[in-house]
């Protein structure tokens, strides 16, 4: 019942920075756990990094100290610093109705998903 709309991304040269926005709309859980997803062109959707409904980021070790993502009311945003081509992908947010544990990386677990923004770091 909780629809998810993102909105940023775009075009950004290496070594910059981009900030991702997610807006959770309806009905939302008590408890829960959204995350940022990212499709590298020609790869599988992955993980990327997790927050709990009540803080306690998570991060893959590719993005740890670049990205933050943090969560404010009703919206989840994820700032990326330091942005290299290979970060290159669509970047998809995600929400569980539990909490995110340690499988937070794994696709089928997030009910909700945005629509996805293009994300393109030049060289």
């Known amino acids: 019942q909780v629809e998810l709309e993102q909105s940023g991304g775009g075009s950004v040269e290496n070594g910059g920075s981009l900030t991702l926005s997610c807006v959770a709309r309806?009905?939302?859980?008590?408890?829960?756990?959204m995350a940022w997803f990212r499709q590298l062109p020609g790869k599988e959707r992955e993980g990327i990094a997790s927050?709990?409904?009540?803080?306690y980021p998570n991060y893959v070790d590719s993005v740890r100290g670049r990205f933050t993502i943090s969560l404010d009311d009703r919206t989840l945003y994820l700032q990326m610093t330091r942005l290299k081509p290979n970060d290159t992908a669509i970047y998809y947010c995600?929400?569980?109705?539990?909490?995110?544990?340690?499988?937070?990386?794994?696709?089928?677990?997030?009910?909700?998903w945005g629509q996805g923004t293009l994300v393109a770091v030049s060289s």
């Open positions: 309806g009905n939302t859980y008590s408890t829960y756990c």
């Open positions: 995600a929400l569980e109705e539990w909490r995110c544990g340690g499988v937070w990386t794994q696709v089928g677990r997030f009910g909700s």
């Open positions: 927050i709990e409904y009540n803080g």
